[in-house]
């Protein structure tokens, strides 16, 4: 299994991106998928985190601007941010706890970068 992030990119303060986490299998009731984000000065933080079934939660920082969703006939993951903000400027990495009957497998992203221009 291999997540691939898709949709980062360079966006003016105030403006919006989607990102999107593509899992290549499909997603179990008992998965659970977040995004986190890291800067080079900052450790990984959890942004978003989602379970099959709506179950959501979300990082502090993101005071509703963000919605992370799951498209589970193309076994996506999405994060639709808004309201971009300067200090949002991070590699953004899809993660995935994978269900399986001997425990949970954790598998990574690589990144994609997001930059928010002031």
């Known amino acids: 299994v291999q997540l691939v992030e898709s949709g980062g990119g360079l966006v003016q303060a105030g403006g919006s991106l989607r990102l999107s986490c593509a899992t290549g299998?499909?997603?179990?009731?008992?998965?659970?998928m977040r995004w986190y984000r890291q800067t080079p000065e900052s450790p990984r933080e959890l942004v978003a985190e989602?379970?099959?079934?709506?179950?959501?939660n979300y990082g502090d920082f993101v005071k509703g601007r963000f919605t992370v969703s799951g498209d589970y006939v193309k076994n996506t993951i999405d994060l639709q941010m808004n309201s971009l903000k300067p200090e949002d400027s991070a590699v953004y990495y899809c993660?995935?706890?994978?269900?399986?009957?001997?425990?949970?497998?954790?598998?990574w992203g690589e990144g994609t970068q997001v930059t928010v221009s002031s």
């Open positions: 989602i379970i099959r079934g709506g179950r959501t």
């Open positions: 993660n995935a706890k994978l269900f399986s009957p001997r425990g949970y497998v954790e598998i």
């Open positions: 299998k499909n997603i179990d009731s008992r998965d659970i």
